[in-house]
């Protein structure tokens, strides 16, 4: 099956730090990347999605200048979250999509653990 | 009035049960649903999807009602095993090519 890896699996940074999250489709080409964000005991949130070659679309209350995201190329998508502070640790999940047609579906990364000391 | 599963954020069953876990979904417009179970520090991992043109879907062991009149979605998984305690969640999808959309998730602890 389809397969979304994520790299790191988790980081520890100091505050003020800039992290970048890559996340790759192994074995397929990624029209669509999508980021979502995932508080402790919460649901996952979509931050933004991304198009190959084109800017991304952030959602609603998602500062677009901390957390930058590159879709370069139909394989790897990254998430740079810039100076980070404690209040950006969270559990950041990535997803993948082959097209845009609703039978394409949404792979999901294993996730990165972003802890802000 | 029409009996409607509530959201329930825990859901406590004892080995070879059956478990139905609800979720309400929020755009009338949505016509493709999916449920994700969710494992402590992994990503959602696919269990069972459904279209709005069907009612219900079966899979093993798992099967999915949608209830359109009132935005309703259940997982029933049948014979619970200590292996499915996870989080589940449900997910929409509003229109062709945007992003699945998460709804609260059912934290499902199966005790032998």
């Known amino acids: 099956g389809a397969v979304v890896s994520q790299h790191p699996s988790r980081v520890i940074c100091k505050s003020g730090t800039s992290v970048k999250i890559e996340c790759r489709s192994l074995d397929f080409q990624a029209t669509t990347m999508f980021w979502y964000r995932q508080f402790p005991k919460q649901s996952l949130m979509l931050m933004a999605t991304s198009n190959e070659g084109s800017k991304a679309t952030y959602e609603q209350g998602v500062e677009k200048d901390k957390f930058l995201i590159n879709h370069a190329s139909l394989t790897l998508s990254t998430l740079t979250v810039t100076s980070a502070h404690p209040e950006d640790s969270s559990f950041y999940i990535c997803?993948?999509?082959?097209?845009?047609?609703?039978?394409?579906?949404?792979?999901f990364g294993d996730g990165t653990r972003l802890s802000i000391l | 009035g029409e009996s409607v599963g509530l959201h329930l954020p825990t859901l406590s069953v004892q080995e070879g049960d059956n478990s139905i876990i609800n979720c309400a979904y929020s755009n009338s417009a949505s016509d493709y649903f999916i449920w994700y179970k969710q494992e402590s520090g992994k990503g959602p991992q696919f269990i069972i999807d459904?279209?709005?043109?069907?009612d219900k879907r079966q899979g093993q062991r798992v099967t999915v009602l949608l209830n359109k009149t009132v935005k309703h979605l259940s997982l029933q998984i049948a014979a619970t095993q200590p292996g499915d305690s996870a989080v589940y969640f449900c997910a929409e999808l509003f229109q062709a090519g945007t992003a699945l959309i998460f709804g609260k998730g059912t934290t499902l602890s199966v005790s032998s």
């Open positions: 459904i279209r709005s043109n069907m």
């Open positions: 997803s993948a999509r082959a097209g845009t047609g609703s039978n394409q579906p949404q792979h």
